[in-house]
């Protein structure tokens, strides 16, 4: 952290404690020595006479001041000889034994000091021959796992080279949603703009391992989809698949297919119903442009229509005419004749420029998606049944209906009107019919007892829908005209019963996009398996072991050092750590313009100056990115109190708050390493052996914090710090915890 304040020293230096006890130790020696002495005096005046005591007490009182030059004439060569030996005999074995476990559990090139006695030095010497003896063996077996690692390393760079090729974005989650794998054209299309293109700003990545593929696609979408999986799946469809149509961060529109990974086989014929699902993979395509052309395909239809209707006209009255009348001289005839050859030359040359302008519009479609009728049917009634409490049932249905839908907004049609009855009506029943009719299906949504008016009728179609608490932009109507389908009200007076009624084109099943598991064929750029077996992420972390969490390493580069006195951001940089990993290609890095001048101290430790800033985005656009980026994990930060008021005194301006739990590189190694001199960032990463890369910039000094970070863990284990409680509660009790900013 390049602009932050150098790191506060204590007075005393390393040991404070353990001078102060010692300071109190002497003091209560000297207290001890007046106290036995006035002790004596009155064991001694208790055997004498009357008047012997009264001669003696006014002798002692004069005394006393004589006897308390003695206790400190005692006590001044014991307090003159104790020091050294405390330094000898406690202070560097403590020291000894700090930097044993610096050798034994975070940097085995470290070597302990030799010092204080004559044992402890020879003790030194010994746990640095032992440290040679580890730190070879170490590097013997590090070199073995290499050797093992490179045919390994070798298939990798294969499936990661066959990954690369794919012309679809690939992610990976586990089943809380996870992100476990991911491929670079998914990272392409996943990012969202930082600002406008104006600025110059870069976008920031939306995707990582680790974060929430729910931050970027609606949970509800995806919780759909793999319900749809596990019906197909209960069916005995070997490589269930469910599509659907989704918006990236970006605003493209996406098309998704979702494809389950279930739990491994108990046994061999275990069925594949009866699997858990694990996780699920998620094939991205862009399909921006193609519902771009399929606008401009209607533009090209409506153009031809309006274009044709009036030349057609010409030319069939000129035929009419041409036809009433066979003895129409030649000339008129040959008029008649000139009119249908101009007005077909105009068509014609009509219809090629208007064929050539929309070539690209003629064969894209809008994206929906082949499913059984009866399975949608069985997707509403779980959707109402679940978030309604409405019954449901179910009369006749064709089971060989298949239709092309996005069967996602049918499902929040359908409970969209089941609510309605039920709130308006006190409607506690919904029933579904389903039969074909010609090429096309009527759908069925009946109940009883509740008739619409016209009105009523109209407006549910055309507001925008909510359902079950979730507001939903688009209406009934629209929906339904996506689907080229008709809807309308209807009562069966025989029995009394209302419905509407959807007559949807049917359509035949094709063949699914996906036949194999993605993961049998080819392996990303960026993975890590681990993650399937990681439970998911809650509020509730203080109880969860350091080694499980996932952090967001972060530094601020700032035009001073006084944040409460007006000083600015003007750079962030940000790393993530997810199974216990350094993921340096996840990163967060964006020059923020301050609205002020830097200083010239600040401009020359950091490199930047007014220059870089002018056109970069304020920070009221990078800290909310920088929020999304480290949404679900814990903070950490070397002398983390500097950078969190900056970002506490933006709160009001930006909005954003940042509640999730801190952990701070200087009071751990504070508390790790009392006894060692230099808690500074550069102290830390010599002593731990952190090769200190891009000091004194966001990223880089992000980055060396989170190497830092990530040595310091078993170190805190060997003291019993292993949840994040324990280290935040162990935190607060060194002395650096008390300095504000």
């Known amino acids: 952290m390049t602009s932050a304040p150098a790191t506060p020293k204590p007075a005393s230096g390393p040991g404070r404690r353990d001078w102060i006890r010692y300071a109190v130790l002497l003091g209560g020696a000297w207290l001890l020595l007046m106290v036995l002495f006035a002790l004596l005096l009155a064991i001694a005046g208790s055997t004498l006479s009357p008047e012997e005591r009264a001669l003696l007490l006014p002798i002692a009182q004069e005394r006393i001041g004589v006897a308390a030059i003695v206790a400190i004439v005692i006590v001044l060569p014991l307090g003159i000889a104790v020091p050294p030996l405390f330094r000898r005999y406690v202070v560097a074995p403590r020291q000894l034994a700090e930097a044993s476990r610096i050798v034994l559990s975070a940097n085995s090139a470290h070597r302990v000091a030799s010092q204080g006695s004559a044992e402890n030095r020879d003790l030194a010497a010994v746990i640095n021959q032992f440290a040679d003896a580890y730190q070879s063996l170490q590097q013997d077996v590090a070199q073995r796992v290499r050797e093992a690692n490179v045919r390994i390393e070798e298939e990798r760079n294969r499936l990661a080279a066959l990954m690369s090729e794919l012309a679809q974005s690939v992610v990976v989650c586990n089943v809380e949603g996870r992100v476990l794998l991911y491929n670079a054209r998914a990272d392409r299309l996943l990012r969202k703009p930082l600002a406008s293109a104006a600025t110059g700003a870069k976008s920031h990545r939306m995707i990582g391992l680790g974060r929430s593929v729910f931050a970027i696609f609606d949970r509800n979408l995806i919780i759909h989809g793999l319900e749809r999986t596990q019906e197909q799946s209960r069916r005995g469809d070997a490589a269930p698949v469910a599509s659907f149509v989704a918006t990236a961060p970006g605003g493209q529109l996406v098309r998704v297919q979702l494809a389950p990974v ?3 086989r108990a046994a061999a014929d275990e069925p594949a119903a ?7 993979v998620l094939i991205l395509e862009d399909i921006t442009r193609s519902i771009g052309r399929s606008g401009r395909r209607d533009k090209l239809l409506q ?9 057609l006209a010409n030319m069939r009255a000129a035929v009419e005419t041409i036809t009433s009348f066979p003895d129409m001289e030649a000339a008129s005839q040959h008029r008649f004749l000139g009119i249908i050859r101009d007005e077909a030359g105009a068509l014609s040359a009509r219809l090629d420029r208007t064929a050539a302008e929309y070539a690209d519009s003629l064969t894209t479609e809008w994206p929906l998606e082949e499913m059984r009728g009866v399975d949608l049917i069985e997707a509403a009634q779980r959707r109402i049944e679940a978030a309604l409490q409405l019954r449901t049932k179910r009369e006749e249905i064709d089971e060989s209906i298949w239709l092309k839908v996005d069967s996602y907004s049918l499902v929040q049609a359908f409970a969209y009107v089941a609510r309605r009855l039920q709130e308006e009506f006190q409607i506690r029943e919904i029933r579904f019919a389903l039969a074909a009719a010609g090429a096309l299906a009527h759908l069925d949504l009946i109940w009883t007892g509740a008739p619409l008016g016209v009105e009523t009728q109209m407006a549910w179609q055309t507001e ?19 689907h080229d389908a008709e809807i309308w009200y ?16 049917v359509t035949r099943p094709g063949e699914a996009a996906l036949h194999t598991p993605l993961a049998a ?27 499980e969490l996932n952090y967001t390493v972060f530094d601020t580069e700032t035009t001073g050092l006084s944040p409460s006195d007006g000083d600015e951001i003007v750079s962030m940089g940000a790393v993530r750590i997810v199974n216990g990993r350094l993921l340096e290609h996840e990163v967060f890095e964006q020059l923020v313009d301050p609205g002020r001048r830097m200083s010239a101290k600040a401009a020359e430790i950091t490199g930047i100056d007014d220059a870089m800033l002018a056109g970069q985005p304020a920070i009221d656009t990078v800290l909310p990115a920088f929020h999304q980026f480290a949404e679900d994990t814990v903070l950490v930060a070397h002398n983390a109190a500097f950078d969190m008021r900056f970002l506490q005194l933006k709160e009001a301006s930006t909005g954003v708050r940042f509640t999730q739990p801190v952990l701070d590189t200087l009071l751990l190694s504070v508390l790790i ?13 010599e ?9 004194h910039t966001a990223l880089g000094d992000a980055i060396v914090t989170g190497q830092i970070f990530l040595r310091l863990v078993p170190l805190l284990a060997e003291r019993g710090i292993r949840t994040l409680k324990e280290a935040r509660d162990a935190s607060q009790t060194t002395y650096y915890a008390r300095i504000e900013y």
């Open 274 to 280: 009866t699997r858990a699902i694990t996780g699920f």
């Open 687 to 695: 002593r731990l052996g952190v090769n200190v890369i891009g000091r």
């Open 303 to 311: 153009t031809l229509t309006e274009g044709t209707r009036a030349s």
């Open 490 to 505: 209807q009562i069966d007076k025989p029995t009394f019963r209302e419905f509407f009624r959807i007559a949807i084109p």
């Open 464 to 482: 925008p829908m909510t359902a079950a608490g979730e507001a939903y932009p688009t209406a009934l109507a629209e929906i339904i005209a996506r």
């Open 521 to 547: 064929e080819s392996r990303p750029e960026y993975y890590d398996f681990d993650l399937f077996h990681q439970p998911g992420q809650t509020p509730e972390l203080d109880n969860r072991p350091l080694t």
């Open 673 to 685: 390493h009392p006894s060692l001199e230099g808690h500074g960032l550069e102290a830390i990463a």
């Open 262 to 264: 279930f739990a491994p």
